[in-house]
């Protein structure tokens, strides 16, 4: 049996029962492949003391392992639910324990970081999404990271070629790190109208208000063009920087450009699908992402695609959408965004575009990799 570490899941997403962070639905979706390919009595889930609720709703095929250590459990019971702690679990070596006593011969950490990441006596896999955090943490932080990655106790998996060349190339790490893709699962026909919203057509971004994700790019080049298309913008994501956030406002209240931009926060997922059903073009200026989910889901929808090529954005769109070089140059951006809506792309061409990109990131696809990659653990 194979134990599976879904600790990582925010407190905020058992709690609403609504999954917002794209590590955590990465891992939603392997676990129903699972389930589908007959293979959910192989795993069990190790999760959260808070957790154990939702987990058996949600995934009511697995058998579910408690992560828990007194202090942590009564300080919540104390707090009613204020205060978690539930990394000190991590911490003290409880988690180790609880592992190594729930029956598994091995251990897989879905995501692997150095916050959620354990050592144990277990055979061990580790998906890594990307190494930002050795290129931008702390020297601490980067430091350990590149100890964990090049553990020969740990088996790593890579979820794009971009996130392994660049372990590769920054850690010299020497192991063989096979590429498994994430999965892209989602049902676009239940969708609610987002109040805010006017029927009118816009150029959407589904992204974080983060400084990697660049969105401050998108907006430059959108006053650029404001007046040379009916279009609006809409920004919208499930995490933010306050910098980010308040540079943005700023940016709009300046410009004069309230009226033609709307930044969400947290919609709900049918407002998502709506939102993705009813726009006219999709952006994304990202500089860094370990595999790039946005975009497909956008390519999926049949709407036109702009990206960046930064890290992985190109190979997770498969080269079949628009790019600008210059992932910082809104001018480029601007110009790009005009010819699209010029010339928009026939509807046979979007469909062809959609069907490539869902065959390749079906989840049971996806499932069958790992299932292999397990095999003789299982």
């Known amino acids: 049996m194979i134990a599976i570490d879904t600790t990582f899941f925010a407190h905020s997403e058992a709690k609403s029962k609504k999954l917002t962070y794209s590590t955590s639905i990465f891992t939603a979706d392997l676990l129903d492949a699972f389930v589908q390919l007959g293979q959910s009595d192989k795993f069990c889930l190790i999760v959260n003391f808070n957790h154990v609720d939702f987990f ?7 058998k579910i392992i408690v992560a828990k250590w007194w202090p942590v459990t009564l300080l919540y019971k104390l707090t009613r639910g204020r205060k978690t702690a539930a990394k000190l679990i991590k911490k003290c070596g409880a988690f180790r324990k609880i592992a190594e006593k729930s029956g598994a011969k091995t251990i897989w950490f879905p995501y692997a970081m150095n916050e959620t990441f354990v050592r144990t006596k ?7 999404h990307d190494i930002y955090r050795i290129h931008h943490g702390t020297k601490k932080d980067a430091a350990k990271f590149t100890e964990f990655i090049n553990d020969n106790t740990t088996s790593l998996i890579a979820i794009s070629n971009y996130t392994k060349n660049d372990i590769i190339k920054t850690t010299g790490c020497k192991k063989d790190i096979p590429i498994i893709p994430n999965s892209i699962v989602f049902n676009v026909s239940r969708q609610q109208k987002v109040p805010e919203i006017e029927q009118k057509k816009y150029i959407l971004d589904l992204n974080a208000y983060i400084e990697k994700k660049n969105p401050m790019t998108l907006l430059k080049a959108f006053n650029l063009i404001k007046d040379k298309t009916d279009l609006n913008l809409v920004f919208c994501g499930g995490y933010k920087e306050d910098s980010i956030w308040n540079k943005m406002q700023e940016y709009i209240q300046a410009n004069q450009i309230s009226s033609r931009i709307k930044l969400l926060f947290r919609v709900k997922d049918e407002e998502r699908n709506w939102l ?3 726009a006219a073009l999709f952006a994304t200026p990202s500089l860094f992402e370990g595999f790039g989910r946005t975009p497909v ?3 999926i929808c049949k709407i036109p695609v702009i990206s960046t090529k930064e890290t992985s954005l190109f190979e997770a769109t498969q080269g079949l959408c628009n790019y600008v070089e210059n992932a910082t140059d809104e001018k480029e951006l ?5 010819n699209i809506i010029e010339n928009p792309p026939k509807a046979k061409h979007l469909e062809e575009i959609a069907q490539k990109l869902k065959e390749r990131y079906k989840k ?4 069958k990799l790992y299932i292999l990659r397990f095999r003789s653990y299982i």
């Open 334 to 338: 601007a110009e790009l965004i005009l």
């Open 297 to 299: 889901e956008a390519a």
């Open 56 to 62: 058996k709703e949600r995934f009511p095929a697995y």
């Open 364 to 367: 049971e696809n996806c499932g």
């Open 276 to 278: 993705l059903a009813n």
């Open 122 to 128: 277990l055979k061990t896999f580790a998906t890594i």
